[in-house]
């Protein structure tokens, strides 16, 4: 993932706006910008409305358009996630060595998407991640699901 704040896996439940996206992968944000004020308006929540907003085919598509009214990153990545799509969240420390991830999986896992998977946790073996799957809402429409906390790229290949 490099310096990224985000990585989004495209899969093929939902083309976007009549495109097929299938195993696209698009890196958003910055996760360690250079300037002080950057470092202060970077956040997940806002780069990636920022780049849904401003980005063909995200921007013509009106469920992505609904998606950047959402307040919050978890509700937005569960709803990515119910489209059929990976997340990748870089939650690691500004300036930190030691990279960290919150991932979130869709139900069904594209070929696709598991090759990117399978590449990101080869080139960084040394991550811890925390991976949301069998994800759903609860009566209230509150996400919910199983989570595996701070596992390392071997068990996180051995669950795809």
Do not use: W
Request: charged share 20%; with cysteine; glycine share 4%.
């Amino acid at each position: 993932m490099n310096n990224n704040l985000i990585m989004l896996i495209m899969g093929s439940k939902y083309p976007v706006s009549g495109n097929n996206t299938r195993g696209l992968r698009f890196n958003i944000g910055d996760a360690n910008p250079a300037t002080f004020l950057e470092r202060m308006m970077n956040n997940h929540l806002f780069s990636i409305i920022d780049f849904f907003s401003n980005n063909e085919p995200f921007r013509s598509d009106l469920a992505y358009r609904k998606l950047c009214k959402l307040h919050s990153i978890g509700f937005l990545a569960y709803y990515l996630s119910d489209m059929g799509n990976v997340l990748f969240l870089n939650i690691a420390r500004y300036g930190s060595k030691m990279r960290d991830y919150v991932v979130y999986l869709p139900h069904q896992l594209d070929k696709e998407q598991k090759l990117h998977i399978k590449s990101i946790l080869q080139e960084d073996s040394s991550s811890k991640y925390t991976v949301l799957y069998n994800l759903k809402l609860d009566e209230n429409s509150i996400p919910i699901g199983d989570t595996k906390p701070d596992i390392t790229s071997d068990e996180f290949l051995s669950m795809i």
